[in-house]
């Protein structure tokens, strides 16, 4: 433990170029709610932690000019949480980020910290990818742009490359007539890992569906962009038979394993049934809007 | 790596201490800073009992590095009390019987305040999510919730 | 004395400890440092089953700030083929539980422990140590443990003659229970199974140990018994108890887990190696993983009845798991399942099986919530075939005052029958309930009673009036939840004192003597006997003096509202002596006044509960939600109402937690899959409703105050009254638990 730097860098040039020069051997510090539990259970051994805390540009959430978001990467749940029109445009990234853990842990964690954990059953990452986000990342070569779906490259891995440091999540203004939600199974009311996580983002015109994303988490190495799900409902006034087109794709896109969370068939059952629960509340949402 | 000097404020209280740089903020204030009312339950962010506030805003002590402390507002259960006057919530957990062993008392406590901070009348459903960071393995949680939602009412006819 | 007023008993008073436990200054086991004090370590075993060849620890001891190492060598063994019991604790097995000896019997199994200048560096030590370990095939469940062929754990356990993890068994029997299913005209057999559960408390095992120079030893810890600490460490180091102090710690939630020792001998004999005291800390994962839990269970219920509801005959096959070494609590199932009930024809049998697990340990009515699960589903199984109504059919059945239990005595009052009637006659179980509120939705209401022994035994208590003419009283039980407040409110009562004139207070080993340990439901009902005992004394002596005082008779002296009052003739003669006055005036009227009273204490009659619960099912998820919860019980006398209702609304949610998402999960090594709070799935707040207590007081005629023990009977009905209750919602009924959202979600898929 002694052995352990600590930098928080004001600058991202100076985090990215901290991060790069320690070769592997460091670990980003956003919220730290997996990074600590991963160090005290010994399954972390950074050499050197970067808060990036104290970088603005990750610390701010800012409307884009053409009227979407740019949330820093480690802005934590409660603070997005408070800010007047986010929640508004994206209530179900909203709820995504802060159905991860408890209000303890929603005062620290963050959409880049879920994201990078690597965990396919982060609860933020299936609303990102439904929500169209687009992840902007700074390293060593510069700064560059992914959709979310690209990062994750299996559990806790990422396809970020050495140095790379998670900026900032930007997504897109909101089309009138959407509306997006994030429903997980879990055994209790909170409090668990999702055993299944699903995100939906719909934006419809008189009732008929012209847009539809569907993020899926927890039932395979990766948090999926389920593009069969989506086209399912596009051009659908969200009868049953295209529900049950969208949850078959989304059972079929599943593959998961028997873990301590929950077994095979449960999670491809569940996959289906969150679809269209999800579904539901985005197009009732979207109704609204 | 030596350790680290971390100045900050716990309690309204200036106050200075040296950490590891990978020590938890649960570690400062058990260790060196001698605040022993802040309790390890789990270690891994999932029981609450090290429940305190930084700057106003609920975390897990547990899963905060102590050098993060540098210039915040640490708020620990040993500062709730206003000197020999008990906060309204101290008082109605004991009025209402709402501990039985008490480990978990000091991170409900800071729990329930950062609640009634947020929402100074919550509905039942919403103290039992607002505290469902905070397990608790005596009381069944009955008497917690009831005791957070008298004070609430207290607390909004004292205002 | 003898006419009870109700100033204080059955009164809501803050409790003694109260303003520490809210202000964070209540010292819990870990809270405490001694000068000089390292800390301590323990290496756990990586493997489930693994004969241990040698352990090679001096790489360890050469790690600068290294200070100790201690091995099972160090700790007084107690060979295999002699029983030495402390209590209900085979020493045998808690030599060997410390510290592995021949074996490692299960993942996270003591081989060694250190001591150095930092947990870090005791940490690097432990990895030091080399253990030669030689692998054995393991087994965990209890099918595969007594199935032929299953790895054996123990070459000295033999059952019918054959090596075997079946290391003991358990009878009881009345009747004849061939002739009793014979006479019967419906007959049900279910098995059952459940997972094992852990006590869930909150704060981890810790202690802080001092071994002096002239070889006395403090201990600091946080246990159900410093007495036990005290014994148990005693025999495992060879320091006479004389030389041991051990203090009470505030316990931080025991449920029954901390009425053994994990770290206190190992501590004690690493401070003694190294001259300095030593604090050991256990992490949550190595309280889940080698503490507790409570014995999952396999068993096989068969209950017989005439047409009517009158059953006839009973029988049990209870398999309860002991964990690495022998000692489940087979008397639950065996004693209670069937207890309640007068049933002529019983045969309970039960099955101490090891496997390659922690050692369980007591959990709130030890054993007897898995035969109640299975005996009470059985028995809502028949109600139903026989169209009778669930509760109806338990009064028919209830057994009568002078029936002869099948535990052996026979009952006194029996108070069963009124729980039932409390739940009959509440607006619950009458309340409309929608049984399919909405689509992909349904809900149910269940019933389920329960019975547990309740205990009485060793007791110590001091009374002792302050020169100021205030109570300090000295008890010998750890607190664990509101004990202090309750022995307040008799003291306050007896003595005719304001509440907050009488302070009440633990004792370590050395300053009160002997008291069991706060278990069994035991401690509010002994100790307010020997307390009132105590009180009376005391209310002798201060009659004495203020006797000596006006100059008469003792007996012409009554005792009332804290003053002595001259009575009969002498009645309005003198002006009353108050508490203060005497006080005062002590020693010069024969000196302090005070008493200590010591009683192995008798009376503690059985405590019966009745629960309906109602529940909620998402069909597509398998999601069960308790939506409400009822839990009538016979406590005999409230003396703290607010403890009291705490105490069953308490338990009936680890049993909700117990029916619905607690259990133990291993992986294909035989390690602990979910050893976090993260995965051992304790209920949250938000994921229970209010609990509403009947408390029930029909006065317990054999005790002062009328107490009947509380704290055990709560957690037995629950796994029955949701599996119940369940059943009422999909048709579909529940043998093994817990009905997690994937297993009710497969029942159902596979029920269609």
Not at chain 1, 59 to 76: D, L
Not at chain 3, 290 to 309: E, F, N, Q, R, Y
Not at chain 3, 625 to 652: K, M
Not at chain 3, 699 to 712: C, D, F, L
Request: charged share 20%; with cysteine.
């Amino acid at each position: 433990m002694t052995d352990i730097r600590y930098l928080a860098p004001r600058t991202l040039d100076e985090a990215v170029g901290a991060f790069a020069a320690a070769a592997g051997a460091a670990r980003i510090l956003a919220g730290g709610t997996d990074l600590l539990v991963q160090m005290r259970a010994g399954v972390a051994k950074p050499g050197t932690i970067i808060d990036i805390k104290k970088i603005p540009e990750l610390t701010t959430i800012e409307q884009t000019a053409e009227g979407g978001f740019r949330i820093g990467a480690a802005v934590p749940g409660v603070v997005l949480a408070d800010h007047p029109a986010f929640g508004k445009a994206w209530p179900g990234v909203l709820e995504a980020i802060n159905l991860i853990g408890s209000k303890q842990v929603q005062g620290r964690a963050s959409p880049g910290g879920n994201l990078c954990n690597g965990s396919p059953a982060g609860d933020s990452v299936p609303a990102m990818i439904a929500a169209g986000a687009v992840v902007t990342v700074q390293g060593p070569n510069g700064r560059r742009s992914m959709p979310v779906e690209a990062v994750p490259a299996g559990p806790g891995r990422t396809n970020l490359t050495p140095g790379e440091i998670v900026v900032s999540f930007t997504l897109p203004p909101r089309p009138n007539g959407s509306g997006d939600a994030y429903l997980r199974m879990i055994p209790r009311t909170e409090m668990d890992i999702a055993v299944v996580g699903m995100g939906v983002s719909l934006t419809l015109e008189g009732g008929v569906v012209k847009a539809a994303r569907v993020g899926l988490g927890a039932v395979a190495p990766t948090v999926l962009l389920v593009e069969d799900a989506g086209r399912a409902l596009v051009g659908t006034r969200l009868e049953d038979a295209a529900l049950e087109a969208a949850a078959a794709a989304c059972r079929a896109a599943c593959k998961p394993i028997n873990d301590k969370r929950g077994t095979i068939a449960y999670r491809i059952k569940v996959a289906g049934v969150l679809l269209k629960r999800t579904a539901a509340i985005a197009a009732q949402r979207a109704g609204g809007n | 790596m030596s350790k680290l000097h971390v100045t900050t404020s716990v309690n309204g209280e200036p106050v200075e201490f040296l950490t590891d740089p990978g020590a938890s903020m649960l570690d400062a204030l058990r260790g060196p800073l001698g605040l022993t009312g802040t309790k390890e339950g789990c270690g891994t962010g999932d029981c609450g009992a090290c429940s305190i506030t930084v700057d106003g805003r609920l975390v897990c002590a547990c899963l905060m590095l102590a050098v993060e402390a540098e210039g915040h507002e640490i708020a620990t259960i040993e500062g709730m009390a206003d000197g020999e006057t008990l906060h309204p919530l101290q008082r109605k957990f004991l009025e209402m019987a709402a501990l039985q062993c008490g480990i978990c008392t000091p991170g409900m406590l800071i729990s329930a305040r950062a609640l009634l901070q947020k929402n100074p009348d919550p509905s039942e459903e919403e103290v039992r999510f607002g505290l469902a960071g905070n397990l608790c393995r005596c009381t069944g949680y009955d008497k917690i919730v009831r005791a957070v939602m008298e004070t609430a009412a207290e607390m909004r006819g004292a205002a | 004395m003898n006419e009870m007023s109700t100033k204080w008993i059955g009164k809501n008073t803050i409790r003694p400890d109260g303003a520490d436990k809210v202000t964070g200054r209540a010292g819990y086991a870990a809270d405490n440092t001694m000068p000089g004090m390292m800390w301590g370590k323990v290496l756990r075993s990586p493997h489930a089953h693994a004969v241990i060849r040698s352990i090679d620890t001096s790489k360890a001891e050469a790690l600068p700030g290294v200070k100790a190492v201690v091995t099972a060598k160090d700790i007084v063994e107690f060979p295999l083929d002699k029983s030495v019991m402390l209590g209900i604790q085979d020493m045998r097995w808690m030599c060997r539980n410390v510290m592995a000896r021949e074996k490692a019997l299960f993942h996270g199994h003591p081989v060694a422990a250190v001591a150095a200048i930092s947990e870090e560096v005791a940490a690097q030590a432990c990895a030091l140590i080399e253990v030669d370990y030689e692998v054995l095939p393991h087994v965990i469940e209890i099918e595969d443990a007594i199935k032929d062929g299953a790895p054996i754990l123990h070459d000295f356990i033999r059952h019918e003659g054959k090596p075997s993890n079946i290391a003991g068994t358990m009878v009881l029997k009345a009747g004849d229970i061939e002739k009793g299913f014979a006479e019967a005209d419906i007959v049900i057999e279910r098995t059952f199974t459940t997972r094992p559960v852990h006590q869930g408390y909150i704060e981890p095992h810790a202690c802080t140990v001092s071994y002096a120079a002239d070889g006395r030893v403090t201990i600091w810890s946080s246990s159900q018994g410093q007495f036990m600490v005290r014994a148990m460490t005693s025999l495992l180091t060879g320091i006479p108890q004389s030389n041991i102090r051990a203090i009470p710690a505030e316990i931080g939630g025991g449920f029954g887990a901390k009425t053994i020792v994990y770290l206190e001998p190992v501590a004690v004999l690493l401070s003694k190696k190294s001259g300095r005291p030593v604090k050991i800390v256990m992490s949550r994962d190595e309280v889940q993983r080698a503490t507790g839990p409570a014995p999952g269970s396999l068993m096989t219920v068969k209950i017989g009845a005439k047409k009517d509801g009158t059953l006839v005959a009973a029988k049990g096959d209870f398999y309860l798991q002991a964990g690495g070494l022998p000692g489940s609590p087979l008397r639950g199932p065996v004693g209670c399942s069937f207890a309640a009930y007068a049933i002529p024809n019983v045969l309970s049998t039960g099955y101490d099986v090891v496997s390659n697990r922690s050692k369980v340990a007591a959990y709130r009515a030890p054993g007897a919530p898995h035969g109640a699960f299975a005996a009470e589903s059985v028995l809502d199984e028949i109600a139903q075939a026989l169209g009778l109504d669930p509760l109806d059919m338990r009064v028919r059945n209830s057994a009568k005052p002078g029936d002869k239990a099948i535990y052996g005595p026979n009952f006194g009052d029996v108070t069963f029958v009124e729980t039932i009637d409390a739940i009959r006659k509440h607006p619950h179980y009458s309340a409309p309930l929608e049984k399919n509120p909405r689509p992909g939705v349904k809900r149910g209401r269940g019933v389920a009673s329960g019975f547990w022994y309740n205990a009485g035994g060793e007791s110590s208590v001091q009374v002792n009036i302050t020169e100021d003419g205030n109570v300090v009283v000295t008890t010998g039980h750890p607190d664990v939840g509101g004990s202090r407040a309750s022995i307040a409110n008799v003291v306050a009562e007896l003595i005719g004192i304001e509440h907050s004139r009488v302070n009440v207070i633990i004792g370590d080993t050395q300053t009160i003597g002997f008291s069991n340990l706060t278990g069994g439901s035991r401690v509010t009902f002994a100790s307010a006997l020997v307390a009132t005992a105590a009180c009376e004394k005391v209310v002798e002596q201060l009659k004495d003096r203020a006797a000596k005082i006006w100059k008469i008779e003792a007996d012409a002296i009554k005792w009332q509202d804290g003053m002595a009052l001259p009575a009969g003739d002498n009645a309005g003669k003198f002006p009353p002596l108050s508490l203060k006055e005497l006080a005062a005036k002590a020693n010069e009227m024969g000196g302090p006044i005070g008493n200590q009273t010591q009683l192995n204490t008798t009376g503690a009659d059985p405590g019966y509960a009745t629960h309906c619960v109602d529940v909620e099912v998402d069909v597509d998820l398998g999601i069960v939600r308790v939506l409400r919860y009822t839990a009538a019980q016979d406590v005999g006398r409230a003396l703290h109402p607010a403890y009291v209702e705490g105490q069953i609304q308490g338990g009936v949610v680890q049993g909700i937690g117990w029916a619905l998402s607690e259990e133990y999960l291993y992986d294909a090594k035989g390690r602990v899959d979910n050893a976090s709070f993260l995965d051992y799935r304790m209920p949250v707040c938000s994921d229970v409703p209010m609990i509403e207590p009947i408390v029930i007081e029909i006065p317990n005629s054999k005790h002062p105050q009328g107490v009947r023990g509380v704290g055990e009977a709560p957690i037995v009905p629950p796994l029955a009254a949701i599996a119940n209750a369940v059943h009422d919602a999909l048709g579909v009924r529940f043998y093994d638990l817990p009905m997690s959202p994937p297993r009710v979600s497969a029942r159902l898929e596979a029920a269609g």
